[in-house]
T-cell receptor
Framework: GQNIDQPTEMTATEGAIVQINCTYQTSGFNGLFWYQQHAGEAPTFLSYNVLDGLEEKGRFSSFLSRSKGYSYLLLKELQMKDSASYLCAAVGGASGGSYIPTFGRGTSLIVHP | DTGVSQDPRHKITKRGQNVTFRCDPI?????LYWYRQTLGQGPEFLTYFQNEAQLEKSRLLSDRFSAERPKGSFSTLEIQRTEQGDSAMYLC??????????????FGPGTRLLVL
């Protein structure tokens, strides 16, 4: 089985930096995704990590430690539009030939002025 | 490319009725996934297709749920004899499978179902 844990809610100030943590337990780990989801909308892809380390993409960075079963999403220079739910999804072993991601409950980020 | 589309966007039905949702994936994508998402939860995997073959369906929620992708393009998800507990957002996603590992799934806008 797979277990994904991330905080339910976080708040931050516009212009600040926020780190959203995710821990996972999965058999046959094959990578970790982060998605952003605004209320009532579909999830949109942010990042994918399969190797240890930090991957930077503009204002967003994602980090992975496979040995610790840990990832974080770092958001810099926060903007009001970054208020959304951030979903962590771990990919485990193959199921029917595909690697199905298991999603966490999401972290609701509220950015205030 | 207009992305993944789903129809309808909203559906209200009475308990016991059947409903069918449609998903049109990104045109060159060979894999199509269905998820269910309830309030405050992440997407829950239901089933997926590679081209027209349904390769994983053991996680469909009950035998009232079925999905098809007859020509390897659009897909339908049917729920028979709906129950109030079926009320949720039903998301479709598609991907282009190359190695199978780490393929990015692109989600549609979802169909929000309300069962009265």
């Amino acid at each position: 089985g797979q277990n994904i844990d991330q905080p339910t809610e976080m708040t931050a100030t516009e212009g600040a930096i926020v780190q959203i943590n995710c821990t996972y337990q999965t058999s046959g780990f094959n990578g970790l995704f982060w998605y952003q989801q605004h209320a009532g909308e579909a999830p949109t892809f942010l990042s994918y990590n399969v190797l240890d380390g930090l991957e930077e993409k503009g204002r967003f960075s994602s980090f992975l430690s496979r040995s610790k079963g840990y990832s974080y999403l770092l958001l810099k220079e926060l903007q009001m539009k970054d208020s959304a739910s951030y979903l962590c999804a771990a990919v485990g072993g193959a199921s029917g030939g595909s690697y199905i991601p298991t999603f966490g409950r999401g972290t609701s980020l509220i950015v205030h002025p | 490319d207009t992305g993944v589309s789903q129809d309808p966007r909203h559906k209200i039905t009475k308990r016991g009725q059947n409903v069918t949702f449609r998903c049109d994936p990104i045109s060159e994508h060979n894999r199509l996934y269905w998820y269910r998402q309830t309030l405050g939860q992440g997407p829950e995997f239901l089933t997926y297709f590679q081209n027209e073959a349904q390769l994983e369906k053991s996680r469909l929620l009950s035998d009232r749920f079925s999905a098809e992708r007859p020509k390897g393009s659009f897909s339908t998800l049917e729920i028979q004899r709906t129950e109030q507990g079926d009320s949720a957002m039903y998301l479709c996603a598609s991907s282009l499978s190359v190695t199978g590992v780490g393929e990015t799934q692109y989600f549609g806008p979802g169909t929000r179902l309300l069962v009265l």
